[in-house]
């Protein structure tokens, strides 16, 4: 596949992907202790982001991510380490993430400020974003992000329809309806729609601490008249989750 044309020339590398893949974490606000840590490990066979395949040749990657909660100011504050090493590409990407997420009814939210580093390429990026999941009943939710990146100085917005049926106690099928919106954090690319997707996802309880999850998701990138050809996108992935 080609590499994505904002991938070696733009801050958008990162994985905001609340509405979409590859980390997603949510606090528990009823539980009784005051933290959680939760782990998570996993594998993409692309590292596709904002609608767009990120390394050359199609190239995978290994990720890793940990979250941890305290309880405070009514929500909770977290902070977020992420680690993403290529598989077929030279590529290093890490990140830390300090939050806020609180519940208000159905409704959580969050606001977030991230460091990224690229030590292959010498570059650094901070970002911030707001977000927010609306649970509309047992088993339909909507969520949506928007990130602002300080390097390009422009910002993007996801959001995702989600419906998922509880097959047994440990074994959870979700379908979600994703699509993007570039606002300047794509610098290279026009503003407007980025891309249409659906993913569909088996989250499978394994123990009472460790949760398997795998996914296959479909993109269809939306071309406008000055952007480069982009190609339809298709990968799977699967990740640990400890907890």
Same mark, same amino acid.
């Given at each position: 596949?080609?590499?994505?044309?904002?991938?070696?020339?733009?801050?958008?590398?990162?994985?905001?992907?609340?509405?979409?893949?590859?980390?997603?974490?949510?606090?528990?606000?009823?539980?009784?202790?005051?933290?959680e840590f939760e782990l998570m490990l996993?594998?993409?066979?692309?590292?596709?982001?904002?609608?767009?395949?990120?390394?050359?040749?199609?190239?995978?990657?290994?990720?890793?991510? =940990?979250?941890?909660?305290?309880?405070?100011?009514?929500?909770?504050?977290?902070?977020?380490?992420?680690?993403?090493?290529?598989?077929?590409?030279?590529?290093?990407?890490?990140? !830390?993430?300090?939050?806020?997420?609180?519940?208000?009814?159905?409704?959580?939210?969050?606001?977030?400020?991230?460091?990224?580093?690229?030590?292959?390429? /010498?570059?650094?990026?901070?970002?911030?974003? !707001?977000?927010?999941?609306?649970?509309?009943?047992?088993?339909?939710?909507?969520?949506?992000?928007?990130?602002?990146?300080?390097?390009?100085?422009?910002?993007?917005?996801?959001?995702?329809?989600?419906?998922?049926?509880?097959?047994?106690?440990?074994?959870?099928? =979700?379908?979600?309806?994703?699509?993007?919106?570039?606002?300047?954090?794509?610098?290279?690319?026009?503003?407007?729609?980025?891309?249409? /997707?659906?993913?569909?996802?088996?989250?499978?309880?394994?123990?009472?601490?460790?949760?398997?999850?795998?996914?296959?998701?479909?993109?269809?990138?939306?071309?406008?008249?000055?952007?480069?050809?982009?190609?339809? !996108?298709?990968?799977?992935?699967?990740?640990?989750? !400890?907890?």
């Amino acid at each position: 596949g080609a590499v994505g044309a904002h991938a070696l020339t733009s801050p958008s590398y990162a994985v905001r992907q609340r509405a979409g893949t590859l980390g997603h974490h949510h606090h528990d606000e009823s539980t009784e202790n005051p933290f959680e840590f939760e782990l998570m490990l996993g594998a993409e066979s692309r590292y596709v982001s904002e609608g767009r395949d990120n390394l050359p040749d199609s190239s995978g990657v290994l990720w890793g991510n =940990m979250v941890g909660h305290a309880h405070a100011l009514s929500g909770s504050i977290y902070a977020e380490i992420l680690g993403i090493e290529g598989m077929g590409a030279d590529y290093t990407e890490m990140g !830390l993430t300090l939050g806020y997420e609180r519940e208000l009814g159905s409704v959580t939210g969050r606001a977030e400020l991230s460091l990224l580093e690229f030590p292959g390429l /010498g570059e650094n990026e901070l970002e911030s974003a !707001l977000s927010a999941d609306w649970k509309i009943d047992s088993q339909a939710s909507l969520a949506a992000e928007w990130v602002w990146s300080g390097a390009s100085e422009g910002w993007y917005a996801e959001a995702s329809a989600r419906y998922e049926v509880k097959v047994e106690d440990n074994f959870i099928l =979700m379908a979600s309806l994703l699509t993007g919106f570039n606002g300047g954090y794509l610098p290279d690319e026009s503003h407007g729609l980025t891309h249409i /997707g659906l993913r569909l996802e088996a989250t499978v309880g394994l123990s009472e601490h460790v949760k398997g999850v795998i996914h296959t998701t479909f993109v269809r990138p939306i071309e406008h008249a000055d952007d480069p050809d982009l190609e339809d !996108l298709i990968w799977a992935g699967g990740a640990l989750v !400890l907890t």
